[in-house]
């Protein structure tokens, strides 16, 4: 039976992008139906990690002090090469913090999972069917249909103006409309274990993070939130992956740190750890997001955050667009933008991951001896710290401006801001929409677009630290034009290049009011 309601986007898959996107594009007004298959959130967490980024995308659902306490910072991460030493020490760049929160956390997946749906729950103009599978999607000119089978109350078909494929790695969206997968070269068995442990195993770990880099068997030890801690244990050469997944085999391979008696499996799962990008995000009117578009190897723990920053990179777009802000040829092209931003994302960052993964996981010993010494000839043989923000890289395409420069498509801080004697986050003052942030002394420009927010730094806005100040004198600009998901848009070098900088926007968008 066909649903006479049309709904402006249909989001196939409730995880954590789905459930992200949902709610954003509620957020903005916009009618929205989700189906997934699962009754409820998945009980046992897979994602770990996620960052001040995310966080502050949580901040603007209204969520993020909620979630905190399910959260906790990330320790550093230090490397073992063969011997033993210390060949390399990852941390989190150092206070004051850029995004107005603690850049790199562990979490508790299902807590925050929950979280996020019961603020989508809501939100009235946002359906959600929970136990139900889509069959079938059909895209056409003017839309998209689902068929949609429900256990009890049978088929129905979903209309909506555009769609969102959040439904994983195997996604039935991405297979039925025949999008392809690029393989970007890296494909291992891993086992990943949950352990809940007790206090005299507690004694017995490592107080941080440790990646062992051992050609005879590579592993990873995350300390993640209260007593959960979790390993990753490469598999060998026909090693089955089934079998080391019982809970005899895997506590013998967690032996060298923990006994049955020192704690409770949570989970045990063999995974293959790929790295693979979908070669196009948008089919017509249906964009795939998360690990639909995209798996990486787990070394930086961004598999989560990935999915976060494409929904939110989308949300915006799409509500644009749905709205009639945007129009025409350049609605279109906004629309386009996410897929060339995203997918030149991933490829950088998966590239990236895989370095690390080349570290941890050289299995010739005399290639990681040689590994071991030229990391410690680096860097003197004194180990640096390397902060995890370092390795995130900037957007390099899409809606940016043409303007050289290290600034445009990186990621604008959140300073705190003194109002009345209180200190309160950028985003709470500024909101989430176009945002143009001027130093201090500098005088707004005359024609200003309506919707865009003006923050002038200094007198009217006072920044409790100075983070986003020292990012304008870093980049050696007067002005920077922000995006609704935070990202730079450009910068001006002087006052009288800021209204340049304000109409090459609104012609990137058709001319049109920037009030997203």
């Not at 995000?281 to 989560?304: C, E, I, K």
């Not at 667009?321 to 030149?344: C, H, I, M, P």
């Not at 929409?433 to 865009?452: D, F």
Request: net charge negative.
């Amino acid at each position: 039976m066909r649903d006479p309601e049309v709904y402006d986007v249909a989001i196939v898959g409730y995880g954590p992008a789905g459930v992200v996107a949902a709610g954003l594009l509620g957020q903005k007004g916009l009618k929205v139906y989700v189906c997934e298959r699962l009754l409820d959130v998945y009980q046992i967490p897979r994602a770990a990690a996620l960052d001040h980024e995310i966080m502050r995308v949580f901040q603007q659902l209204g969520v993020a002090e909620a979630v905190a306490p399910f959260t906790e910072p990330f320790t550093n991460s230090e490397f073992f090469g063969v011997d033993g030493q210390l060949i390399r020490r990852m941390t989190m760049v150092a206070p004051p913090y850029p995004q107005g929160y603690t850049p790199s956390l562990v979490f508790t997946q299902p807590q925050v999972e929950r979280i996020l749906r019961e603020h989508v729950a809501q939100l009235p103009n946002v359906e959600v069917e929970l136990g139900v599978e889509m069959t079938r999607i059909t895209p056409d000119a003017q839309g998209v249909t689902l068929d949609v089978l429900h256990p009890q109350r049978g088929a129905r078909q979903v209309r909506a103006k555009y769609a969102i494929a959040c439904d994983g790695g195997s996604s039935a969206v991405r297979t039925q409309l025949g999008m392809e997968l690029e393989d970007l070269d890296f494909d291992e068995p891993w086992l990943v274990v949950d352990v809940l442990v007790n206090e005299r195993g507690l004694a017995k770990l490592p107080k941080v993070s440790v990646q062992y880099c051992e050609p005879e068997r590579p592993c990873t030890l995350v300390i993640c939130p209260k007593n959960h801690r979790r390993f990753e244990i490469s598999l060998k050469e026909g090693e089955d992956p089934k079998q080391v997944a019982t809970p005899e085999a895997t506590w013998k391979l967690l032996s060298r740190w923990l006994t049955p008696e020192d704690g409770k499996l949570w989970r045990q799962a063999s995974y293959r750890f790929h790295a693979l990008v979908a070669s196009d995000w948008r089919q017509d009117r249906v964009f795939l997001a998360g690990d639909a578009a995209h798996m990486q190897p787990p070394f930086l723990g961004q598999g989560m955050c990935q999915g976060i920053r494409d929904v939110t990179n989308l949300s915006w777009k799409l509500a644009a667009v749905l709205r009639g802000e945007v129009t025409g040829a350049a609605g279109q092209a906004l629309l386009d933008s996410y897929g060339a931003e995203r997918k030149a994302h991933v490829r950088e960052l998966t590239s990236r991951i895989k370095g690390v993964g080349a570290v941890i996981c050289e299995r010739d010993p005399a290639k990681a001896r040689a590994r071991d010494a030229k990391l410690l000839a680096d860097c003197g043989g004194v180990v640096q710290d390397t902060p995890r923000q370092d390795i995130l890289p900037r957007l390099e395409t899409g809606l940016l401006s043409a303007e050289a420069g290290a600034a445009p498509g990186s990621l604008f801080p959140q300073p705190w801001l003194l109002q009345g004697g209180a200190r309160r986050r950028m985003d709470d003052v500024a909101g989430h929409g176009w945002r143009l942030v001027l130093a201090p002394g500098v005088q707004a420009p005359e024609a200003v677009w309506p919707g865009l927010h003006v923050l002038r730094l200094g007198a009217q806005f006072a920044e409790a630290e100075g983070v986003a100040e020292a990012w304008l004198r870093r980049h050696a600009c007067v002005a920077a034009l922000l995006r609704p998901d935070h990202y730079v848009y450009g910068v001006a070098a002087t006052p009288d290049a800021i209204p340049s900088l304000i109409d090459e926007a609104a012609a990137a968008l058709g001319a049109a009011a920037l009030t997203t």
